[in-house]
């Protein structure tokens, strides 16, 4: 009698453990589920506020680098300039600096701006647009209208700071457009004001970083080339040992010519002082022969 109760008494406490066990699940289930719904509302909530919303998106916006995924892919990006200085005779200035101007023409460039002078030594500055891809067949036709006296060229790797600019521009303006969002939901007065002032800084930023990655591409798109047509001289560098006979007699010549030069340009500055001072001396002397004729007579 006693086996059969006690295994009724044990299938009783198994079964109590049992619904006391599934009972606790539920009961955690159930909370789970309640703390789920109520963070689901709670963001619901947050994002429904614009003042909230406003300052969330401003603060991940601010602080939150670039998505390097999303980001817009920038090929190699490159600054080339160039400076080159021409010699020519001072009647052949003024052609020389139109055949520069037809050449970057014919190759699809454009004159920036063109200053020319007169006088002795007559010159013409020109700053030209060159494409990019056609920058070193420019250099070379340039240098075959005249004497090239200096040939300068350099080309600035600015592929960094012109994705960095793109990326800056891309976040600013979906900045932009999420403050424009808030905005138009904002309801309190406050935050509206708020919402407002945030939005024309951010507008103001997004204008000027503009600017700058427009510059900068024009500066990417067009080469720029400095080009000086003048009547200067090449310098040619000394040689070692005597010169020829041809050269020697050119420089006697040449030395010879400047000092005759520089002096006839000493008598034509003295030439006035000799003049008078020959007037002295023949008024001097007849002034000294009145007197000596006057003197026996005395």
């Known amino acids: 009698m006693r086996h059969p109760r006690l295994c009724t008494l044990a299938t009783l406490t198994l079964l109590c453990a049992v619904l006391i066990a599934g009972c606790g699940g539920a009961e955690r289930t159930s909370n789970a589920s309640v703390d789920r719904a109520a963070l689901r509302e709670g963001q619901a909530d947050a994002s ?14 601010d602080r939150a680098p670039v998505d390097l995924i999303s980001a817009p892919l920038t090929d190699a990006k490159q600054i080339r300039t160039g400076t080159v200085q021409l010699s020519a005779r001072r009647s052949r200035v003024a052609g020389v600096a139109h055949q520069v101007v037809g050449i970057v023409e014919s190759i699809g460039g454009s004159v920036s701006s063109e200053r020319s002078s007169g006088g002795e030594e007559p010159s013409v500055d020109l700053v030209l647009g060159v494409p990019p891809e056609r920058f070193r067949e420019a250099l070379t036709k340039i240098g075959k209208v005249a004497t090239v006296i200096s040939s300068e060229s350099s080309t600035e790797d600015v592929t960094g700071r012109y994705a960095d600019l793109e990326g800056r521009v891309a976040t600013m303006r979906i900045s932009v457009a999420r403050l424009h969002g808030f905005l138009g939901e904002a309801t309190d007065v ?11 800084r951010r507008e103001s930023e997004l204008e000027s970083t503009q600017r700058q990655l427009d510059a900068l591409a024009a500066q990417v798109a067009t080469s720029t080339l400095h080009v000086t047509v003048s009547t ?3 310098v040619v560098a000394p040689t070692d040992g005597p010169p020829s006979p041809a050269s020697a007699l050119a420089r006697g010549w040449a030395v010879f010519v400047g000092a005759g030069r520089w002096l ?16 002295l001396f023949v008024a001097a002397r007849l002034l000294r022969r009145r007197l000596r004729r006057l003197s026996p007579a005395s």
């Open 190 to 200: 406050n935050q509206i004001a708020s919402l407002e002032t945030e939005l024309t």
């Open 48 to 61: 429904a506020r614009p003042g909230t919303g406003a300052t969330a998106e401003s603060t991940s916006s």
């Open 232 to 234: 200067k001289a090449v």
């Open 264 to 279: 006839l340009a000493a008598v034509a500055v003295s030439l006035p002082f000799l003049a008078l001072a020959a007037g």
